[in-house]
């Protein structure tokens, strides 16, 4: 099974998912800045293997059928389960923080499960991508100082709960262009360094 990740498409969600590895680590550790740092490229990795995988020639059926469950386990890690590490550690595992993390990884089952079967619409999603994810997160922490250390816990919940309802809501998104892929890469690697400066400045 591991000749399928021969594959350039299926390279870059792999590293996706040892980003997202990564991130789960630091979060865990308690190096939350540094863990949404990291966990931005996992989100870059995400936008960029659909564009790889487009581009690739002669892409074998049954490659493009791994990627496209390798890219759902992905999504729910970098989308889903940092995030969800994220706000209980923010949350100091509040009630409030424990009850948007079982929200949070409910509703990022239930909205994967659902674009696996039914995918974009007229070049929309429904609902909120999960993607959405790490970047509130990247600039909440950008923000820190400006909520202050007594109102961060209760804000980055109270933030989650209402884009965790945003996820399964009916809501057209549209999917990325190219102007909104470039904007994507731009963020990414600017927010992730400007948070890594600060988790070990």
Known sequence: MLRYLNDPAN???SCGVVFSALAIQLAI?????IAV??????????QLDGVVAKRTSNR??????????????ADLLYGAVVP???????????????LVVSAMLLAGAIRLSYFAN???????????????????????????SFFGSENFPV????????????HVASIRVPAPNKAMYF??????VSVSGALALRAVA
């Open 37 to 46: 740092a990291v966990a931005l490229w996992a989100m870059l990795a995400d």
């Open 183 to 188: 904007v994507i890469i731009l963020f990414s």
């Open 60 to 73: 074998a059926v049954e490659t493009a059928q791994m990627g496209k469950a390798l890219d759902g386990f």
């Open 11 to 13: 390279m870059i969600t």
């Open 84 to 98: 969800a590490i994220v706000v209980a550690k923010v949350g100091d595992h509040s009630p409030l923080s424990l």
């Open 155 to 166: 804000i980055v919940p109270l933030c989650f709960a209402a884009l965790t309802v945003s």
């Open 118 to 144: 039914f995918g974009l619409s007229g070049g929309y999603f429904r609902g909120v991508p999960l993607s959405y994810d790490i970047p509130l997160l990247a600039v909440l922490f950008l923000m820190r």
């Open 29 to 33: 550790d308690g190096r939350l800045e």
